[in-house]
């Protein structure tokens, strides 16, 4: 494998920025310099630990760009790793949905995206996260399979019948879910009061995946807690992240366990959350939010990050919210930070924020065209 020196970026490392090279060598960050390594001009730039994205869902839009217009899985997982790498980010979790919805969300869907993601190989290290519907208990079986079998590599833990059930009071909201399950409103209904029955044996399942999940050491994910008693629940089950609490409290109590809290990087950008929950950047600045993810907008991460930066978080805190920290959450161990030995998953930012270069194991994966010339 052909080397790789960045040279002349500012290199964060150990909580500081310093002025100097960094050599990627055999897939990994290297000690001192290789004379035959390919150079690549750093200045200005800064040199950051590529990006991991622990919870995304923007392939949906590429899945399903209209409601009720869907293109194959695998177009849409191309465009979805193009998308990441323009945007720093060199892991990402698929927050892929199985639930008992019909269409975009359905067990159907669920299968076609994790054969796709098996047909090729990917440069972008795309992940699953698998976000297990507690009444889908018609797809319990499917989905311990694909624990088993290794094709999942992080489970959250939902329950949205109960909101989705709310919504159909509302047209304009039931339209979004009835459109994206591409069938009607009468069938679309007849599916959520069905899924609604299966609320008592709800638990049974949670507790078969949390079983399987806690035997293959994944990461569990409790998802959307609205209140404390929920999230003590959930931790009983091995849940070790708090990801989107609904309050504050409960991200506070997440936090005083020593556990991970995710949230938002659209949050951040545009100053609250698109649900009126609270402010990510708030909770970030205050040590309550630990990790950002692109929730459903991946160019939302490196912005989200250096806006945070120039606060009292400065530019280690914030960058670790989605680097190492979200790596710990991950429970990975090989990467988040630049040090020698560790996977060089490297990404390049300018003074304004923009992602100008992003690096892969040490491999060139994606350059800004402003950017081409910086060979040298």
């Known amino acids: 494998m052909t080397a790789l020196l960045l040279t ?50 923007a392939h949906e839009r590429q899945v399903q760009p209209r409601p009720g217009v869907s293109f194959s899985p695998l177009l849409a997982l191309q465009e979805t790793e193009r998308q990441m790498l323009a945007n720093g980010i060199t892991t990402g979790y ?22 796709a993601l098996a047909a090729q190989r990917w440069t972008c290290d795309m992940r699953v996260h698998l976000r297990w519907e507690a009444c889908n208990l018609a797809a319990l079986q499917m989905a311990l399979g694909d624990i088993d079998a290794g094709r999942v590599h992080m489970v959250g833990l939902n329950d949205h019948t109960p909101a ?51 035997a293959r050491g994944l990461p569990i994910v409790s998802h959307d807690d609205p209140d404390i008693a929920t999230r003590d629940h959930f931790r009983e089950l091995g849940a070790t992240i708090c990801e989107f609490p609904m309050a504050e409290e409960v991200a506070e109590a997440a936090r005083a366990a020593g556990e991970p809290v995710v949230m938002g990087c659209p949050n951040v950008l ?12 708030r909770l970030a600045e205050a040590g309550i939010c630990t990790v950002l993810c692109s929730d459903y907008y991946h160019p939302a991460m490196a912005p989200a990050a250096m806006t945070l930066s120039r606060g009292k978080l400065g530019l280690a805190g914030a960058w670790s919210l989605i680097a190492d920290a979200a790596a710990e959450a991950a429970g990975l161990a090989d ?21 100008v270069a992003t690096i892969v194991r040490g491999r060139m994966a994606w350059v800004a065209p402003a950017a081409a010339d910086r060979w040298l």
């Open 164 to 214: 989705i059930l709310r919504s159909l009071r509302n047209p304009a909201k039931a339209a979004k879910y009835i459109e994206r399950s591409c069938v009607d409103a009468e069938t679309f209904t007849a599916a959520a009061y069905a899924a609604a029955e299966q609320a008592p044996q709800a638990a049974e399942g949670i507790a078969a995946i949390a079983a399987a999940c806690r």
């Open 8 to 57: 002349g970026g500012a290199v964060l490392a150990d909580g500081t920025t310093q002025l100097r090279d960094l050599l990627l060598a055999d897939g990994v960050i290297a000690d001192g310099r290789d004379g035959a390594a390919r150079r690549f001009d750093a200045r200005g730039l800064l040199v950051l630990p590529g990006i991991i994205d622990i919870h995304g869902d």
């Open 270 to 281: 545009r100053g609250r959350s698109h649900l009126g929950w609270a402010s990510a950047a």
């Open 94 to 115: 698929l927050g892929i949905t199985l639930s008992w919805e019909p269409g975009l969300r359905s067990a159907k869907t669920w299968r076609a995206m994790l054969d």
């Open 335 to 355: 990467r988040g930070r630049l040090a020698p030995g560790l996977r060089a998953d490297v990404t390049l930012v300018d003074g304004d924020g923009s992602v």
